[in-house]
C-alpha cells in the first residue's frame, strides 16, 4: 500500500494489521500543548465504559488492542502517537476515533498539525492528513472503522469548541464535574488509573432549546418526536462550536443522478430529508428549507414546509420511482402539482449547474442571516473547473456550501476545497460517509455544522455578512 495524501472525509482500505497513528506539529514559543487519545466505539457509536478511553493518564486498554506511546521531539517537531492492534480489537468495537486535545491555547494556534497512518510492523506511510484548525481545543483527527468485514481509515478533521469534556461525553464518557490537574501525568507503573481528564473549557453560550416551528403540531406522532429530538442534537451541536442561538436560510441540494437510484428506491435519501428539516427547523425562523435536485440539470422543488413533510417526501423524493435508462411511459400531463419531471433532469452528474441556480436564488432572495445549503451527492464529479468556478466566485456572497458524500469515490474539487488558495474566507465543507443510514444523528449533526460557526465568525469580518 502506497502512501496517500487525504482530504477532509476521505477514506481508504487499511490492509495492516496493526497500525500507529501520529499526531505531529511543529514546537514553538506560544504553541499549545496537545495531547493524542482514542475511544473504542460500539455499533452504536457510543463507548461501553470509561475504560474505552485510551489517553495519557489510561495508556492501554484493557484488551491491549489500544495503546497511547506518548511522546517524542525530533528538530522542532512534536510527535504523539497511539498504536492500534486491529487483529486485537474485541468483536463488539467495530470504531477507533483518533482525538487530540490542545492545553494552553486552541488548534488555530498549533502550526502544520497532521496525522500520519503507518503500517505498525513496516514503518510505512500509509496515509496523511492536514488538518486546519481555528478556536476549537479538541480535535477529531480520523477514525478506523469496519465495514463488511474490513476496516477503513477516514479523516474526519473535526473540532470542538467545547474541549476533551465536550468531545469525550459525546461518546459516552463520565467526565468529572471538579476539573482535575493534568499536566503532569503519572508516569509511575504502580499507579492506577486516574480519572478522565478535564481540562479547562473555553466559556460558550448556553445552548438554546428546540424551536417550535409553525405546522410541527401537524406531523404524524412518530415523525414529530424524531423531530424534536433531533432539533435537541442540532442545538448541542451548534452550542458546541460556539453558535448557540445561531440562525440561517437552510439549502437542500439532493443528486438524482442515475448512481444515486438504489439510494432513493431504499428509502435512504426520503430519510435523509426528514433528518435535513430538523436543521432547518432549529436555524431558520419560518422553519421552512429551499429545495433543489439536479443530474443532467437542475430543477428547483417547491419549498419544503415542515408541517407539510410527509406529503413533500412523498411528492418530490421520487427518483428512484422511475427508470432512468429509458424513457418512462409517465406522461408529464400526469404529474401532480409542483412535482419535477425526472425526464427532463437527466442522469449525469453537473454539480455546476445546481450551485448556479442557488446562487443566483440568493442574489435575487436577499436574507438578514446567512445562508448554509446542505449538497448531498454519491461522487462522480467530473466538472471540477466549472464547480470551482462557481464556489470561487461564492466566495463574496453569504453562502456556506456543506457538501457530503454519500459513498463513492471521485468528489474532485470538493474534497480538495478545503485546501485550495486564493479565498478570502473558507466558504466550503466536505466529508464523506460509506453508509448515511449507519451514521447516528448526533454524529451526523456535528459533521454537518463544524465549520460553519467559523465561517459565519470569518465572514463577518471580511464583511461578507
Not at 54 to 79: D, I, M
Request: net charge negative.
Amino acid at each position: 500500500m502506497t502512501a496517500r495524501a487525504l482530504s477532509k472525509g476521505a477514506n481508504l482500505p487499511v490492509d495492516s494489521s496493526s497500525v500507529r497513528v501520529e499526531l505531529t506539529w511543529s514546537d514553538g514559543p506560544g504553541v499549545p500543548d496537545v495531547d493524542a487519545s482514542a475511544l473504542l466505539l460500539t455499533d452504536a457509536g457510543r463507548v461501553r465504559d470509561d475504560g474505552d478511553f485510551v489517553f495519557y493518564n489510561q495508556p492501554r486498554h484493557a484488551s491491549n488492542a489500544v495503546t497511547h506511546l506518548g511522546k517524542q521531539s525530533a528538530a522542532g517537531v512534536l510527535t504523539d502517537t497511539v498504536a492500534v492492534d486491529l487483529r486485537a480489537l474485541e468483536p463488539a468495537v467495530e470504531r477507533v476515533v483518533l482525538c487530540a486535545s490542545s492545553d494552553g491555547g486552541t488548534f488555530g494556534a498549533v502550526p502544520g498539525l497532521t496525522l500520519r497512518l503507518l503500517d505498525a510492523g513496516t514503518g510505512t506511510e500509509l496515509a496523511r492528513f492536514s488538518m486546519e484548525a481555528g478556536t476549537e481545543t479538541a480535535f477529531i483527527g480520523g477514525e478506523l472503522y469496519l465495514r463488511a468485514g474490513q476496516w477503513k481509515f477516514r479523516a474526519v478533521g473535526q473540532g470542538y469548541a467545547s474541549g476533551l469534556a465536550g468531545l469525550a461525553t459525546d461518546f459516552g464518557i463520565t467526565v468529572d464535574d471538579e476539573p482535575s490537574d493534568t499536566s503532569t501525568p503519572s508516569t509511575s507503573p504502580a499507579s492506577a488509573p486516574a480519572p478522565v481528564p478535564t481540562p479547562p473549557v473555553p466559556a460558550a453560550a448556553p445552548p438554546v432549546g428546540p424551536r417550535l416551528v409553525k405546522g410541527e403540531e401537524q406531523l404524524p406522532v412518530d415523525m414529530r418526536k424524531r423531530l424534536s429530538l433531533r432539533k435537541e442534537q442540532v442545538a448541542v451541536s451548534l452550542s458546541k462550536h460556539g453558535a448557540a442561538g445561531i440562525t440561517a436560510r437552510v439549502i437542500l441540494v439532493l443528486d438524482a443522478s442515475g448512481s444515486m437510484s438504489f439510494l432513493y428506491s431504499k428509502g435512504v435519501v426520503a430519510d435523509v430529508v426528514e433528518r435535513m428539516a430538523a436543521v432547518a427547523a432549529q436555524l431558520d425562523d419560518d422553519g421552512e428549507m429551499q429545495a433543489w435536485t439536479f443530474a443532467s440539470n437542475a430543477a428547483r422543488l417547491p419549498d419544503l414546509r415542515l408541517g407539510e413533510l410527509p406529503e413533500w417526501l412523498r411528492l418530490h423524493v421520487r427518483v428512484g420511482q422511475m427508470s432512468l435508462f429509458r424513457r418512462s411511459r409517465r406522461s408529464s400531463r400526469e404529474l401532480e402539482a409542483g412535482q419535477v419531471d425526472m425526464r427532463m433532469v437527466g442522469i449525469q452528474n453537473e454539480e455546476q449547474k445546481a450551485i448556479a441556480q442557488v446562487r443566483a436564488y440568493v442574489r435575487e432572495n436577499p436574507a438578514a442571516a446567512p445562508t448554509l445549503v446542505l449538497f448531498f451527492s454519491d461522487g462522480g464529479v467530473h466538472r471540477d473547473a466549472a464547480i470551482e468556478r462557481e464556489l470561487r466566485e461564492a466566495v463574496e456572497e453569504p453562502v456556506f456550501w456543506q457538501f457530503v458524500g454519500l459513498g463513492r469515490s471521485n468528489y474532485g474539487v470538493l474534497e480538495r476545497f478545503d485546501t485550495l488558495p486564493g479565498r478570502r474566507v473558507d466558504n466550503v465543507g466536505f466529508f464523506a460517509v460509506d453508509d448515511i443510514s449507519t451514521v447516528p444523528d448526533q454524529e451526523l449533526y456535528d459533521r454537518l455544522l463544524s465549520e460553519f460557526p467559523a465561517w459565519v465568525a470569518a465572514a463577518g469580518q471580511a464583511g461578507i455578512l
